[in-house]
């Protein structure tokens, strides 16, 4: 197991490098962030000095690695634009970002596992209507999804905001209300994909030879389901969890633009257009951390469920 994660480790520091070097040559290759900054009614003169104190006239390469240098040291730079600290931006940004991925995460992972143990269980039309509703689930556009959800729910019974976000701490209620709508829209895809992957592995489990051996010797059927079924059905499962939570996190940060919640999606949306490499590259740094913490969680789950995992 220790070779695994160390394996993980390895690859998830290359992907850290791979990752914030592209960003950096694709940021260089957006117009002038000096042009932005100072408008267009700059002189030539003075898009110059403000490129030498951005460092924009040194070579890409070795910008890449100052700033690789200082993001070690846990220092992600200075906003161009705000003058803020990045670290103190995404900070106050991460909190919004994860509650929305964490919640929808949850909704997807109840939902989708009950369903699918539910079709794999009862068959026939039971079997039938998840597979539908999976189907329907894939099939509808999210965004769709968004504007009925609001017109119906905000709109039209008023019993919940459309927009905006309250923090936990200030609020339990009003943090929870500003989020149903948001996970709602971004969780009906995911609850089909979960459902339908649990559903096929349970059923596949459940032709085996020894669940067969163990009906056989009188073994209560929920003892069965709960300790072997699921033991040997998890792992897809669970796989296909960590994969909806990524999907989740990246269309959580178009999601929040549709209800004006204030996470990563609209600092990335912000420094993007107006060429603020370091939150730029700040956001794309957490986003990656966070893949490669979930992957790897998922991946020490699944080891512990199947050890034949760990030795790979």
């Known amino acids: ?11 998830a520091v290359v992907l850290l490098l791979v990752v914030s070097a592209l960003t950096f040559l694709l940021m260089d ?12 009614s700059a002189t030539d003169e003075q898009l110059a000095a403000k490129r030498a104190e951005l460092g924009l006239d040194r ?14 040291r846990g220092d992600l730079g200075t906003s161009w634009t705000t003058g803020l600290r990045v670290s103190d931006s995404i900070g106050t940004k991460l909190p919004v970002t994860l509650s929305l991925t964490l919640t929808a995460t949850l909704v997807c992972a109840v939902l989708g596992i009950a369903l699918g143990l539910i079709a794999a269980i009862r068959r026939g039309a039971v079997d039938r209507s998840v597979h539908v509703l999976a189907v ?15 017109t119906v ?6 019993v919940l905001p459309a ?24 969780a009906v895809a995911g609850v089909a994909a979960i459902a339908q992957q649990t559903r096929n592995a349970v059923a596949e489990v459940l032709e085996r030879d020894y669940i067969r051996t163990l009906r056989s010797r009188g073994l209560p059927a929920r003892r069965v389901l709960f300790v072997h079924v699921l033991r040997n059905a998890t792992p897809p499962a669970l796989t296909v969890v960590g994969l909806q939570f990524i999907g989740l996190f990246g269309g959580a940060l178009v999601i929040e633009q549709i209800f004006a919640l204030p996470g990563l999606g609209s600092l990335a949306i912000g420094a993007t257009s107006q060429s603020d490499v370091p939150t730029v590259q700040g956001v794309v740094l957490v ?17 512990a469920l199947d050890p034949k995992v760990g030795m790979r």
């Open 163 to 186: 927009t905006g976000y309250v923090p936990l701490a200030e609020s339990p209620v009003d943090w929870a209300r500003s989020l149903v709508l948001p996970v709602a829209t971004i």
């Open 136 to 150: 329907a689930g894939f099939a509808v556009p999210g965004l769709w999804v968004g504007i009925l959800l609001v």
């Open 287 to 303: 986003g990656v951390c966070v893949v490669v913490t979930v992957n790897l969680a998922v991946d020490l789950a699944t080891g």
């Open 1 to 11: 197991m220790i070779g695994f994660i160390a394996r993980r480790s390895s690859s």
């Open 59 to 72: 070579p890409v390469v070795l910008r890449w690695l100052d700033w690789l240098g200082a993001a070690v």
């Open 153 to 158: 729910f905000a709109v039209r019974l008023e």
């Open 29 to 40: 290759l957006l117009p002038d962030p000096g042009q932005g900054i100072l408008g267009v």
